[in-house]
């Protein structure tokens, strides 16, 4: 028998807030323990919770982005469980009326070449819902560290259907969702700070049967290649089970990255098992409707919409556009500098090629500039090499120069021009003079060039290039080396 692998994904991501969930301690990633708490944080007797009417507007925005109904009421519901990482006994969450509904992700499935624009689909979800982190407990050889710095930080928790059916397309849904949420701002999604978590959901099925089989749980896979990797072992464990007449519990597992493998941590818990019930001290939230038309109105593009928008409006490339709009930071960039001077295929090539090459090689320096809002460089200054290109005051291979230089120094490419002296050279005189010594020079080149071989005409070019230190107008020398060895 053949197996069918189905997996649901919940993620939980960090919505950006300067302050927690229900109370006003601040947030803020990488401070030392326990200093970002307060006594609701703590759970003292006596406190009540006050919401944190950002967050919910954050997710409604991450709802909508994500095509979801976003619910006329949701309310609070207490999770109850024992467990240090929680002082007040149970986590607030909304078990029974969610902020969003429903809601699908567009995905993009890796084509036969990296080059080659993938199959889209759309994977439906199922609900995104509204809960507080709970702290961090680290497990020591004798004991167990614990820090409240996290808990009570908002968390969107966006749970799909059972749609997705391969390790490839959860990484690929993954990688989806979190451009989106990037995009809209909602989270930075940073896997490495825990801003975004995953657990996985994976169930066989004999294939063309309906009915979902035995599912077991991963729980917080904390970078994409996990998610896989985990997937991958969990498809491998329970097709080796059912294929030796065994049954799948239906357990949760823990991952173990050294090891590459998972082992059971419990036998799943039943929604019964948490006593869920309404939060007594927090009221329900009536979502108002023009809010939440102003909140959608407010929305970018989706980031594989505005791919589409530049492949036709602009006709870039997908080569181009895959790497321009995976980044609202770099798309912006590109449409703030097309403001400038409307030369899209130059500016598209410049930030996805030269820009993007300078970032890295600078990070890897130990400069600090890693991402374009902290290199010295604006929209204006790219725009700028593009306009004083096309209107020929240097030519694309001194642009090359210029692109350095102002990388580095954070000069206007028009200023660097000045100072270096790189002009292009339109004197018509010097480079007529410096084409007949190369004429005379290169009889050989000459003569291929007459017998009809249009490329030995470059050879000459190299000589005058190299007198006028690349200044030469590259069209202009074309065409008089051309003349004159017609003439001559
Ligand atoms: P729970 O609240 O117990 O975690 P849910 O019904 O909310 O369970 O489902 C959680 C996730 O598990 C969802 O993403 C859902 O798509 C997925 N899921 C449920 N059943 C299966 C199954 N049989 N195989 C794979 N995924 C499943
Ligand atoms: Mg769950």
Same mark, same amino acid.
């Given at each position: 028998?053949?197996?069918?692998?189905?997996?649901?994904?919940?993620?939980?991501?960090?919505?950006?807030?300067?302050?927690?969930?229900?109370?006003?301690?601040?947030?803020?990633?990488?401070?030392?323990?326990?200093?970002?708490?307060?006594?609701?944080?703590?759970?003292?007797?006596?406190?009540?919770?006050?919401?944190?009417?950002?967050?919910?507007?954050?997710?409604?925005?991450?709802?909508?982005?994500?095509?979801?109904?976003?619910?006329?009421?949701?309310?609070?519901?207490?999770?109850?469980?024992?467990?240090?990482?929680?002082?007040?006994?149970?986590?607030?969450?909304?078990?029974?009326?969610?902020?969003?509904?429903?809601?699908?992700?567009?995905?993009?499935?890796?084509?036969?070449?990296?080059?080659?624009?993938?199959?889209?689909?759309?994977?439906?979800?199922?609900?995104?819902?509204?809960?507080?982190?709970?702290?961090?407990?680290?497990?020591?050889?004798?004991?167990?560290?614990?820090?409240?710095?996290?808990?009570?930080?908002?968390?969107?928790?966006?749970?799909?259907?059972?749609?997705? =059916?391969?390790?490839?397309?959860?990484?690929?849904?993954?990688?989806?969702?979190?451009?989106?949420?990037?995009?809209?701002?909602?989270?930075?999604?940073?896997?490495?700070?825990?801003?975004?978590?995953?657990?996985?959901?994976?169930?066989?099925?004999?294939?063309?049967?309906?009915?979902?089989?035995?599912?077991?749980?991963?729980?917080?896979?904390?970078?994409?290649?996990?998610?896989?990797?985990?997937?991958?072992?969990?498809?491998?464990?329970?097709?080796?089970?059912?294929?030796?007449?065994?049954?799948?519990?239906?357990?949760?597992?823990?991952?173990?990255?050294?090891?590459?493998?998972?082992?059971?941590?419990?036998?799943?818990?039943?929604?019964?098992?948490?006593?869920? =019930?309404?939060?007594?001290?927090?009221?329900?939230?009536?979502?108002?409707?023009?809010?939440?038309?102003?909140?959608?109105?407010?929305?970018?593009?989706?980031?594989?919409?505005?791919?589409?928008?530049?492949?036709?409006?602009?006709?870039?490339?997908?080569?181009?556009?895959?790497?321009?709009?995976?980044?609202?930071?770099?798309?912006?960039?590109?449409?703030?500098?097309?403001?400038?001077?409307?030369?899209?295929?130059?500016?598209?090539?410049?930030?996805?090629?030269?820009?993007?090459?300078?970032?890295?090689?600078?990070?890897?320096?130990?400069?600090?500039?890693?991402?374009?809002?902290?290199?010295?460089?604006?929209?204006?200054?790219?725009?700028?090499?593009?306009?004083?290109?096309?209107?020929?005051?240097?030519?694309?291979?001194?642009?090359?120069?210029? =692109?350095?230089?102002?990388?580095?120094?954070?000069?206007?490419?028009?200023?660097?021009?000045?100072?270096?002296?790189?002009?292009?050279?339109?004197?018509?005189?010097?480079?007529?003079?410096?084409?007949?010594?190369?004429?005379?020079?290169?009889?050989?080149?000459?003569?291929?060039?007459?017998?009809?071989?249009?490329?030995?005409?470059?050879?000459?070019?190299?000589?005058?290039?190299?007198?006028?230190?690349?200044?030469?107008?590259?069209?202009?020398?074309?065409?008089?080396?051309?003349?004159?060895?017609?003439?001559?």
């Amino acid at each position: 028998m053949t197996y069918e692998a189905v997996i649901g994904l919940e993620i939980h991501v960090q919505i950006k807030t300067r302050t927690k969930m229900f109370t006003s301690a601040p947030y803020v990633y990488g401070a030392p323990p326990n200093t970002l708490t307060d006594a609701v944080v703590l759970g003292l007797p006596g406190t009540l919770p006050v919401l944190n009417h950002s967050a919910i507007e954050k997710c409604a925005q991450l709802g909508l982005m994500l095509g979801c109904e976003i619910a006329e009421v949701c309310k609070w519901d207490r999770k109850n469980y024992f467990y240090p990482d929680s002082p007040k006994n149970y986590q607030l969450t909304q078990n029974e009326q969610p902020l969003c509904l429903g809601g699908r992700v567009e995905i993009e499935l890796p084509g036969p070449s990296r080059n080659i624009e993938g199959a889209h689909r759309w994977v439906t979800l199922n609900r995104i819902h509204l809960e507080e982190d709970p702290g961090k407990l680290s497990h020591e050889a004798f004991d167990t560290l614990i820090d409240f710095n996290r808990a009570g930080v908002p968390l969107a928790e966006i749970v799909t259907e059972p749609d997705l =059916f391969s390790s490839t397309e959860a990484v690929a849904f993954l990688n989806a969702l979190r451009n989106c949420i990037v995009y809209a701002g909602i989270s930075d999604c940073d896997m490495e700070k825990g801003q975004m978590r995953c657990d996985a959901n994976v169930s066989l099925r004999p294939v063309g049967s309906e009915q979902l089989g035995t599912r077991t749980e991963m729980k917080n896979l904390n970078s994409i290649s996990n998610v896989k990797a985990a997937i991958e072992y969990e498809i491998e464990r329970q097709t080796a089970l059912l294929e030796a007449g065994e049954r799948v519990l239906q357990e949760t597992r823990r991952w173990d990255v050294d090891s590459g493998t998972s082992f059971s941590l419990r036998s799943k818990e039943e929604a019964h098992d948490y006593r869920y =019930f309404p939060d007594p001290d927090l009221m329900p939230v009536q979502m108002d409707r023009k809010r939440v038309a102003e909140l959608a109105a407010e929305l970018p593009e989706r980031p594989l919409e505005t791919q589409r928008r530049y492949q036709s409006e602009f006709e870039l490339p997908y080569t181009i556009t895959s790497v321009l709009c995976v980044n609202r930071e770099l798309s912006d960039f590109f449409e703030a500098a097309l403001k400038t001077h409307p030369a899209p295929k130059a500016i598209a090539n410049y930030i996805t090629n030269d820009l993007l090459r300078e970032l890295s090689a600078a990070s890897e320096h130990g400069d600090s500039a890693l991402s374009v809002s902290e290199c010295p460089l604006t929209p204006e200054h790219i725009a700028t090499l593009a306009k004083i290109i096309d209107e020929g005051l240097i030519s694309r291979q001194i642009g090359k120069e210029v =692109f350095t230089e102002m990388f580095r120094t954070g000069e206007m490419p028009d200023a660097i021009v000045e100072r270096k002296g790189l002009k292009q050279s339109n004197d018509s005189g010097e480079i007529e003079a410096l084409c007949r010594e190369a004429i005379a020079n290169n009889e050989k080149a000459v003569g291929q060039y007459k017998e009809g071989n249009e490329k030995a005409i470059n050879a000459l070019k190299g000589p005058v290039m190299k007198a006028t230190k690349g200044k030469a107008n590259p069209a202009m020398l074309d065409a008089l080396l051309k003349k004159l060895i017609d003439e001559g």
